[in-house]
């Protein structure tokens, strides 16, 4: 039971949580927020509360303002208008330092791991032991770091690298840094983005830690299961304005979304067209081996939707940079178009018309401080070049008419695409790999951080080039989108391709089961 108490200060209430032994809660309060880059609003006065002992999930679409958001609480960003406050007390944070010494934490889409120093050292960066010889304690500092890997039960070590560790594994690291500083506040952006199942419930029993010591949890997702399951109330945004809170408990998924893009979706999936009739063989992977895999072998048909599914770990972003040239092939054969063809690099790879959209959009995909139109041209630009200088006439049509197409929201084209929203970055992606004119379009994690509006674009998107005669080969760690957009699912476990099955004849019992034991569930 929650009861308002009044108090001497004109229109503020303390909450006093009766379940909690009339224990004091904090409170956040948001109070017409307003953020204006040029050319954009990304936050119009916007306004709420959350509360300690509680999660409040901010959803809404790409753009409609929920990283802004944290990025102005955390410091990163002065509001051009509005307040927040903290226990009744109104505070404007100048810089991250400011607002992290104050007990505000902040976990962004985007990790923020330095990959040549350890996890012992990235986690305690800023709070390094020293003993009394003036030097690190590295023994004291590998174990209170250990102990904060045991609560959160991984298995890493203190002393790893964070370059030698998987995606999934350096997010955890990024959230545990925030974590062991104990924070009033911890705000999670797509925080499972890269997590398998085994960290997301790691993950979640933290949160249930962080409720129990009367944390306020803000939680960004676009993940609808993980809403409903850890969350207690919702904060509904669209094109930088607030729309409504709710109870979780009180709304459904289909009236969430509804609210977020201001109409029904409806069954994503179930609308798509397809393309009912695939033609050749055009790439054919025959026993491709490496350190990271073994035995790799399939062929993908033009106009096939191909998905790769598995665990964190399971080799199938592996099998994509070998195909691509990242990764060395040490053993194998590539055949295209029915020509074996040996490729050591991406430039080769693009040559001969084979495409990939990253799954790490930061450190492997966009150039942040450069325009969407530079990030677009970039891999064309022998094709984009007269005499020694490059068209600009054709290079900023080409902009011009991927982000039409693609439907990327943006001012111009000469923003830089470290401006925009996870999902508008991968739009901007996906359109430098499609300016390249590929016959094979590989996309790891194409939706990763993207809403649920967002993601019935890319799907459409998926569809359409497949119908235009493109292989699309699609890694996807969620089971109903490999399910719903996939011809043909192959399923992969500990670098080994462990099973074979048709979208008609897939179920996610059936993947999982391929995914975690490498036996199907007939067997």
């Known amino acids: 039971m929650i009861l308002l108490n009044k108090d001497t200060c004109d229109n503020e209430y303390n909450v006093i949580d009766m379940e909690r032994g009339g224990k004091m809660t904090s409170k956040l309060q948001f109070k017409e927020i307003t953020k204006v880059f040029p050319g954009v609003k990304a936050l119009d006065k916007v306004s709420f509360e959350a509360y300690g002992g509680k ?62 120093l350890t ?143 201001g109409r029904s979706l409806g069954d994503v999936f179930g609308h798509l067209d397809r393309n009912e009739d695939t033609g050749d063989v055009i790439l054919e992977a025959k026993n491709i081996t490496n350190q990271y895999i073994k035995d790799i072998s399939f062929k993908l048909r033009a106009g096939e939707v191909l998905g790769f599914a598995g665990l964190v770990g399971a080799g199938r972003t592996e099998t994509m940079r070998a195909i691509y040239g990242a990764d060395k092939i040490e053993k194998g054969e590539l055949i295209l178009h029915g020509k074996t063809v040996t490729i050591k690099n991406p430039e080769q790879a693009i040559s001969n018309g084979i495409a990939l959209c990253p ?34 006439k054709a290079d900023v049509e080409l902009a011009e008419d991927s982000v039409v197409k693609l439907n990327v929201r943006t001012p111009n084209i000469y923003k830089k695409i470290l401006e925009l929203s996870g999902g508008n970055q991968q739009k901007v992606l996906l359109a430098r790999a499609l300016a390249t004119n590929p016959k094979v379009l590989i996309l790891d994690e194409p939706t990763k951080g993207i809403d649920v509006g967002a993601k019935a674009e890319i799907y459409k998107i998926i569809l359409d080039l497949a119908k235009k005669g493109i292989g699309v080969i699609v890694i996807s760690s969620e089971l109903p989108e490999v399910m719903g957009i996939s011809d043909r699912i192959i399923v992969m476990c500990e670098g080994k391709i462990t099973g074979e099955v048709t979208r008609n004849k897939a179920t996610e019992e059936g993947i999982l089961t391929l995914a975690m034991t490498g036996m199907s569930c007939e067997a």
């Open 55 to 116: 999660v409040t999930a901010l959803v809404g679409e790409n753009g409609a303002g929920k990283s802004t958001l944290l990025k102005v609480l955390n410091g990163d960003y002065l509001p051009d208008g509005g307040d927040y406050i903290v226990d009744g007390e109104s505070k404007h944070f100048k810089s991250p330092k400011e607002a992290i010494e104050f007990g505000i934490g902040i976990i962004y889409q985007e990790r923020q791991v330095v990959p040549y």
């Open 359 to 392: 799954e790490d959009r930061k450190d492997e995909g966009i150039i942040g401080e450069r325009s969407i139109k530079e990030n677009i041209s970039i891999s064309i630009l022998k094709r984009l070049q007269k005499m020694f200088f490059i068209d600009n």
């Open 119 to 261: 996890v012992a050292e990235n986690i305690y960066m800023d709070e390094i032991p020293i003993n009394k010889f003036g030097f690190i304690d590295y023994s004291k500092l590998n174990s209170m770091t250990d102990d904060i890997i045991a609560e959160f039960n991984l298995p890493i070590k203190s002393s790893d690298k964070i370059k030698d560790l998987s995606v999934a594994y350096q997010q955890m690291v990024e959230i545990m840094k925030v974590y062991r500083r104990n924070p009033k506040i911890i705000a999670f952006d797509e925080p499972t983005a890269s997590l398998s199942e085994c960290e997301i419930v790691s993950l979640f029993n933290i949160i249930e830690k962080l409720k129990e010591k009367g944390s306020i949890v803000l939680y960004v997702s676009h993940r609808m299961k993980e809403i409903f399951q850890i969350t207690d109330q919702v904060i509904i945004l669209k094109d930088g304005c607030y729309v409504d809170t709710v109870n979780t408990k009180d709304i459904t998924e289909k009236e969430i979304v509804a609210k977020m893009v």
